[in-house]
């Protein structure tokens, strides 16, 4: 038998062809800011009205799941993805299996009003000192006589009238009432006007604690308030919906009254804030007003 030593046949030839790949494309929208990342860190974009800026572009191998996020930077919101992504969630995951597009809107709610009290309670705000006794603690003051100590989303210094630290022969029937609050740079007919605040009420007896609006300034309109033994269980945000009462008005004044207190406990108000809803969205698109603990009306 011979056999050739410096012959090797080849068996079989293997050919290695490059995968082709799909393109991820992040675009930006509305006149608010922020940021887009991906997971993999592949995606790192910028985006400030509209105009993108850093990595927006992306290649994957097709079909590869990623997760978007979307960061607003302070003082803007997320409002929604479009293209070829969709929903109002921050963070998505997203299928490539084509070259595809996603368009993150960022803006911020129109606002047209807004006081934390950093300042103390504005000489343009209202305060209506209509209990008897109890000297200067008796009325809503920012100095917190009673040294409260809430948290968040309550920041020092805020808007409290605490009948605990008034004198014990004191009545109080409070008012803390916003200047006039012009909705007419609001969009639509009807105009859609919200307002929020940081709210806690701690009851003892038989007070009161209501939140009202004016748009003629001497009648009042009840929104929200506490009363008998239903009272928030913590600090929380209060988001009201005033389109209705404001149908046909070009401004409003808001009134928080405490009442029916003697020597009782305490409300505190603070992040008071009025703004509009853009009638192609819906209020669940204004993050930068949703709080830890909401309550809606």
């Not at 991820?24 to 006149?31: F, H, K, N, P, R």
């Not at 022969?169 to 007919?189: F, H, R, Y």
């Not at 609006?213 to 009042?220: C, N, P, R």
């Not at 008998?228 to 945000?237: E, F, I, K, L």
Request: net charge negative.
């Amino acid at each position: 038998m011979l056999v050739s030593l410096g012959i090797v046949p080849r068996l079989w030839q293997m050919s290695v062809h490059a995968q082709p790949t799909v393109t991820l494309t992040i675009e930006g929208a509305g006149q608010g800011s922020g940021k887009v990342t991906s997971f993999d860190e592949g995606i790192n974009c910028t985006i400030s009205t509209g105009v993108v800026s850093g990595d927006c572009t992306e290649n994957y191998e097709p079909v590869t799941y990623i997760t978007l996020t979307a960061t607003p930077d302070p003082g803007s919101s997320f409002i929604r993805w479009s293209g070829d992504c969709s929903g109002t969630s921050p963070s998505i995951v997203v299928g490539i299996s084509r070259n595809m597009t996603c368009t993150a809107t960022f803006g911020p709610p129109r606002l047209l009003f807004e006081e934390d009290f950093s300042e103390g309670i504005p000489s343009a705000w209202q305060v209506v000192d209509g209990g008897s006794g109890g000297g200067a603690a008796s009325t809503w003051t920012t100095a917190n006589p009673g040294n409260r100590n809430f948290g968040p989303p309550f920041v020092e210094p805020f808007a409290i009238v605490d009948s605990d630290a008034a004198d014990p022969n004191a009545t109080q029937d409070e008012q803390l009432i916003t200047p006039w609050i012009s909705v007419e740079p609001c969009p639509g007919n009807p105009r859609k006007v919200f307002i929020s605040f940081s709210d806690y009420m701690k009851r003892l007896e038989a007070e009161r604690a209501d939140v009202a609006i004016s748009v003629d300034g001497t009648s009042w309109a009840r929104k929200h308030g506490w009363s008998g033994a239903v009272y928030p269980v913590r600090p929380q945000t209060t988001i009201l919906n005033l389109t209705n009462e404001l149908a046909g008005a070009t401004s409003f004044k808001v009134r928080f009254h405490y009442y029916n207190a003697s020597d009782d406990y305490y409300w505190a108000i603070d992040n008071v804030r009025v703004f509009c809803e853009d009638p192609s969205l819906g209020i669940e698109n204004y993050p930068l007003y949703l709080p830890l603990v909401l309550r809606m009306q």
